[in-house]
């Protein structure tokens, strides 16, 4: 049973490269996260999709955009990276918190340095 | 707006206690609490809905007063595998009606032999 599964692991771009990141799960969730993870400030949610066909800004959703492709996937696009976008992004999903009792489940990560 | 986590760090013995608690300027909905290795995804722990309940399984506990919009957890008995960065996680629904986790900055938990 995999979960969440994200790719690539680590990836290393220049300033104004473009890249997507892949998020999939295998446990029928409905909503799917994006966060991204910097020292000392926890975890930030940049996008998320509560259902298929549904996506929505987080608190820092700026240099972002993102794709609900189907059920299982959800990508994150950065068009035009810069260094402040240098950080670990994890990707989660849920069951939708109909009642708030719905816990995530989190990818490893993947570690992006741009230069 | 983040949760507040209180103490930013904390280094323990084996076998002793701990509290770390989480308050929110918000109305809450629920809190989650979830341990982070190093390296390594958030893990869950667990969730407590309003209504002032208490959870908790093994020596690890957690309590959310709603009223006060605070939740603390609870770590007795401390043990090496405890080790990590503990998040908690605020829900509220926003003004749009859509319901958002809000996660605090962490509190990194050492336990020494």
């Known amino acids: 049973n995999a979960g969440v599964t994200q790719t690539p692991k680590f990836q290393v771009l220049k300033t104004g490269q473009s890249m997507t990141l892949q998020c999939a799960q295998d446990?029928?969730?409905?909503?799917m996260y994006w966060y991204r993870q910097d020292p000392g400030m926890g975890l930030r949610l940049i996008y998320y999709?509560?259902?298929?066909?549904?996506?929505d800004k987080g608190e820092v959703p700026n240099g972002y955009n993102v794709s609900r492709l189907n059920k299982r996937e959800f990508s994150l696009r950065l068009e035009s990276a810069a260094p402040s976008q240098t950080s670990v992004y994890f990707c989660?999903?849920?069951?939708?918190?109909?009642?708030?009792?719905?816990?995530?489940?989190f990818g490893d990560g993947t570690r992006l340095s741009i230069l | 707006q983040q949760p507040v986590q209180s103490p930013q760090a904390v280094i323990l013995r084996e076998g002793e206690d701990a509290v770390i608690n989480c308050s929110s300027s918000?109305?809450?909905?629920?809190v989650h609490w979830y341990r982070q290795k190093h390296g390594e995804a958030p893990v869950f722990l667990m969730i407590?809905?309003?209504?002032?309940e208490q959870k908790g399984h093994d020596k690890i506990s957690a309590s959310f007063n709603e009223k006060k919009q605070q939740s603390s957890l609870y770590l007795t008995a401390s043990q090496l595998s405890y080790s990590g960065t503990y998040f908690c996680?605020?829900?509220?629904?926003?003004?749009?009606?859509?319901?958002?986790?809000?996660f605090g900055k962490g509190t990194k938990l050492s336990v020494i032999p």
């Open positions: 989660a999903s849920s069951e939708p918190p109909g009642t708030g009792d719905q816990p995530q489940h």
């Open positions: 446990m029928n969730h409905n909503s």
């Open positions: 999709s509560a259902s298929e066909g549904t996506t």
């Open positions: 918000k109305a809450l909905y629920s």
């Open positions: 407590l809905l309003k209504g002032g």
């Open positions: 996680g605020t829900g509220a629904y926003s003004g749009a009606g859509s319901y958002q986790l809000t």
